[in-house]
């Protein structure tokens, strides 16, 4: 496996409100890099936020760290005329890091169908899951795409907004582009030179979860863009759908969990995720494996039970509230178990 990355979030908006990292600290990002590059055994990171200055940030970081770099900008919730011409003024940065020597793959978007506008119907991220649900899309990978009719005019509004976005992009970066699938998606992907795909693993077998990476076998060097698990028993099974077992705060910050149930914290399950999906993935011909997430401190570690929000998390660290004095150090987070095991993991890849 060519690749071991793991995933960087710089900042972004998942819902109005703050950005998923802020503030920004350009120092903590250099700090995480060489993190990443000397004590995880990464080779490469996927970096994704919103605002362009940050990511060139962090793709010089990780560049300065000898990290091979994904740049991965990412307007959620965003029309189709919005992503163009934000994905083409991120293509002119990336151009300039690339011409000063990083080496560097542009990610040209991430479930577009969910996460932005004009593909799948409805205005907000619940009605466009409810429309991929109704249509039989679904992420695991035991499922046949959707095959209504309605979903496929949405796919193919999606290769359209796909080509133009390419269109600007290719205009202004000179380098290899890619995209980042979810499994429901039907992409065209004669319009990039690498296959790029989001593929948890969600309780299906390891024959199944391998045969899946089959239909992505195109000729093209293929990347599994994302994959990870959160931090409580029971959460490996459900893979990229584990979060959703936190359905809000309440106004003292605790959890609200569903069917009012406060999960139990297992850093092991998370571990043993990320440890198993590893070892599978790097014999199945793929070109590399990011582990999603690395820190996500929008969603700190306050204290255990129902103030545990960091469990239902995919980050490999554990981040604590603005008023902890260990969220003012450098680092300001502590690995999780599934940070030294995917270290041991990726340490003995060649």
């Not at 080509?163 to 979810?182: H, P």
């Not at 401190?297 to 660290?317: A, C, F, Q």
């Amino acid at each position: 496996m060519k690749y071991k990355g793991v995933v960087h979030d710089v900042g972004l908006q998942f819902s109005p409100g703050p950005f998923s990292v802020d503030p920004f600290n350009a120092d903590l990002v250099r700090y995480d890099m060489k993190a990443i590059a000397n004590e995880l055994h990464a080779n490469s990171v996927r970096i994704e936020g919103e605002e362009i200055p940050r990511l060139v940030v962090a793709a010089q970081a990780a560049h300065d760290a000898g990290l091979h770099v994904l740049f991965n900008p990412w307007k959620m919730g965003a029309n189709a005329q919005e992503t163009i011409a934000y994905m083409t003024e991120a293509a002119k940065a990336a151009e300039e890091l690339r011409k000063k020597g990083v080496d560097i793959i542009f990610v040209t978007g991430c479930e577009y169908t969910i996460f932005s506008q004009g593909a799948f119907p409805g205005e907000t991220f619940n009605e466009r899951v409810m429309f991929m649900i109704e249509n039989g899309g679904a992420p695991g990978h035991e499922h046949a795409q959707g095959t209504s009719e309605a979903f496929q005019q949405a796919n193919a509004r999606l290769n359209k907004i796909l080509a133009d976005i390419v269109s600007g992009v290719r205009a202004n970066f000179k380098g290899k582009l890619t995209y980042s699938s979810g499994t429901w998606e039907e992409v065209n992907w004669d319009l990039f030179d690498i296959v790029g795909i989001d593929y948890y693993r969600r309780g299906e077998s390891e024959e199944q979860y391998v045969k899946g990476l089959e239909r992505y076998k195109i000729g093209k060097p293929l990347l599994v863009m994302e994959v990870g698990s959160c931090a409580y028993e029971g959460a490996g099974e459900k893979g990229d759908g584990g979060f959703a077992v936190l359905q809000g705060t309440n106004p003292d910050g605790t959890g609200i969990y569903m069917d009012n149930k406060v999960p139990v914290r297992s850093e092991k399950e998370q571990a043993d995720y990320v440890e198993t999906q590893v070892n599978v993935l790097k014999d199945t011909g793929v070109e590399g494996t990011y582990i999603y997430v690395f820190a996500f401190p929008i969603m700190p570690y306050y204290g255990p039970g129902n103030r545990d929000l960091d469990m239902t998390t995919y980050s490999l660290v554990k981040s604590f509230p603005k008023d902890d004095p260990r969220s003012q150090k450098i680092p300001s987070w502590e690995k999780k178990e599934a940070f030294d095991r995917l270290a041991k993991v990726y340490g003995q890849l060649k």
